[in-house]
């Protein structure tokens, strides 16, 4: 099944086309790893599919669901703002810088969308809140600020956050880019524990290890296009494209 279909979408910013005909699909439980230079449109694309951009050009369809349809110029249309909502649902994000809220707790961080979006009660949300804390090593820290913990346990709750909502897909931007060295390894190890299990993932990534190692495929990203993608023993060992040859010289 395909999870996310991406059709010819373009997206603007001012007079700065930032995405220029981004074409992509998603099959179940596949776990792709976006890399390229920073600018070249990898944030915005997953900021496209999650609603948090509106794209100007192209289509976008969720698990089947149309977000948005393209008619015969290719200029978009979206479907009323439930059938948007009811498309994003299903989608998980979590962000380079993890968004928590200072003022609550782990543990309400976590409780935090599934009373009020999925409308269940505190003694609904806490039992699953645990048991995704347990799953991410970080039960013992449930009672304690953000500012209280590291900055790799802090995307750790924020992962924890995202699963709450039961996502069937889940974006990553740039998960450890905030993160010292020492403390990517723990994030990492968390989302290749999603991906064993089967978890349907797009991640964009500066963690080349992490894209070799993990990803089904492995797609380059440059000035707003989809530049090479394939398995990744073919992009890192044999890339074709001199754009990701020069890049890859850089990172590796």
Known sequence: MKMIEVSNVHKKFHNLEVLKGISLQVEK???????????????????????????????????????????????????????????????????????????????????????????????????????????????????????????????????????????????????TSALDPELTGEVLNTMKELAAEHMTMLVVTHEMGFAREVADRVIFMDNGEIVEQGAPEEIFLNPVHPRTKAFLNKML
């Open 29 to 175: 439980g596949e776990v792709i790893a976006v890399i390229g230079p920073s600018g070249s449109g990898k944030s915005t694309l997953l900021r496209c599919l999650n609603h948090l951009e509106i794209i100007d050009k192209g289509a976008i369809i969720i698990q089947g669901k149309v977000m948005v349809s393209a008619d015969s110029s290719d200029k978009s249309h979206y479907k009323p703002e439930s059938e948007v909502r009811a498309a994003c649902r299903k989608i998980g994000m979590v962000f380079q810088n993890f968004n928590l809220f200072p003022h609550k707790t782990v543990l309400e961080n976590i409780i935090e969308a599934p009373m009020i979006v999925d409308k269940i009660s505190k003694e609904q949300a806490v039992p699953i809140a645990e048991e995704l804390l347990k799953k991410v090593g970080l039960l013992d820290k449930r009672n304690n600020y953000p500012s209280q913990i590291s900055g790799g346990q802090k995307q750790r709750v924020a992962i924890a956050r995202a699963l709450a909502m039961k996502p069937d897909i889940m974006l990553f931007d740039e998960p």
